[in-house]
């Protein structure tokens, strides 16, 4: 892992880009953390929509982190941003918006071919930069995962022990091999749901909420659409964290 | 209103046993509540079980609410308690254990004959609480409903404008009738359900959230049965209060 700037915010959080071979990330860290108090980790997860545009969501997300004493840190995904172009994701993508254009359902077979090779391409990479971060003096653990592609916390908290808890966000397709996965996770789960998201399918997400095998699940609905998460939701998400991570 | 007991909690709250005509009833009021700063209402709802079979639990929420600046207030509920039977009820609650003894489904007519005499009946007996209640100098308002019978509380939101926000448990039976008078209600919900709760239809709760008409509600979902609410679910609900009562 190379840092290739850094950058102090207003309210003492340090920001520094790295790269990870060639994925880019970002790392924040509270003005708190040392080699003498190492803080827990926070992935924030995103959609792939390229880190440039995620950016100020994030940067919201990890400074919350931050005053609540943890680093934070999100990677690119593949085929987003400023990493090549991923040919199975871009014609996945078509596919999508041609029958959504054409009012067709979205079948499993597009829903597997649109997640299933994100998932099975940045699961590893996820936990290379958990590896990386791992190792730096300031960052102690344990980890937890925050936001979407679902799929993606999923499969991480299914298969890295290193997550201790995750707060989902229900709202993207979820293939149902997901689905079974998502049996064989145990740890504490805070998933929100945009209940009138309009590009999520509400019967979905409740199933999969069923699913999750872990004792402590909670679901959170609140109104509104795909990006009107109120702050209060928010809130509760970060006290979460609060109750596991430390 | 008639006081016929008071008596300070160790944490400074006044806990006051009242008749309302001859409707039994406790009220609680944190210590810093006085004429000079009369604080908000909470209503606390609960099953029909009797004030005195509940008394552990609701004093526990309102001390929890004192903790908060709330004053707190329940009433028994008709033919619960020292109240006098109510054959109305008693039938309705026979032919339920009938049927779920036989293992046959719970129609909409057990479920309209058991619910809907104890909301007619027991929505205007809170209303001539709230009258009482509210004409304490100690008692400022706004009012907020919490807990069960969610029809009860459903009803209470729809046709009184005193309650400004609810936070209410779906864990009983809802009419039809109720669903349809969700949607009239306005104020801010915060809906509790235990996912895997063994009396309760976890559809129809999810249908009378869909429902309601609130612009701002919430539904949270835990795990575990019935009573097993867990205790951050209690602060989540009480910041709720914070943010729409003060």
């Keep these: 892992m190379h840092f290739t700037s850094e950058q102090r915010l207003d309210d003492g959080v340090v920001e520094r880009a790295f ?5 880019p990330g970002i790392l924040w860290t509270p003005a708190s953390a040392s080699a003498s108090a190492p803080v827990p980790l926070i ?3 995103h959609p792939a929509l390229g880190l440039g545009t995620m950016y100020p969501r994030l940067a919201g997300r990890a400074r919350q982190a931050a005053a609540d004493g943890f680093a934070s840190a999100t990677i690119e995904l593949p085929g987003s941003g400023d990493r090549p172009r991923w040919p199975v994701l871009d014609q996945a993508r078509a596919e999508l918006r041609r029958v959504m254009t054409a009012g067709e359902p979205v079948s499993e077979e597009i829903i597997d071919a649109l997640v299933l090779p994100l998932v099975e ?3 590893p990479e996820w936990q290379a930069a958990m590896d990386a ?4 003096p300031e960052i102690g653990g344990p980890v937890g995962y925050s936001g979407g592609v679902i799929s993606i916390g ?14 989902l966000f229900a709202g993207s397709f979820v293939p149902r091999a997901i689905v079974e996965e998502a049996r064989g996770v145990t740890v504490p789960l805070h998933v929100l749901l945009q209940w009138d998201d309009e590009g999520n399918d509400r019967q979905a997400s409740l199933e999969l909420f069923d699913a999750f095998g872990s004792k402590e699940k909670s679901l959170h609905a609140n109104m509104g659409g795909h990006r009107g998460v109120p702050q209060f939701a928010g809130d509760v998400a970060a006290q979460f964290f609060t109750r596991h991570l430390k």
Excluded: F, N, Q
């Design 121 to 123: 391409k940045s699961v």
């Design 133 to 136: 971060l791992l190792s730096l």
């Design 154 to 167: 999923v499969r991480l908290a299914a298969v890295d022990p290193r997550i201790v808890a995750a707060a």
């Design 43 to 45: 992935l924030l997860g």
């Design 19 to 23: 790269t990870l071979g060639d994925i």
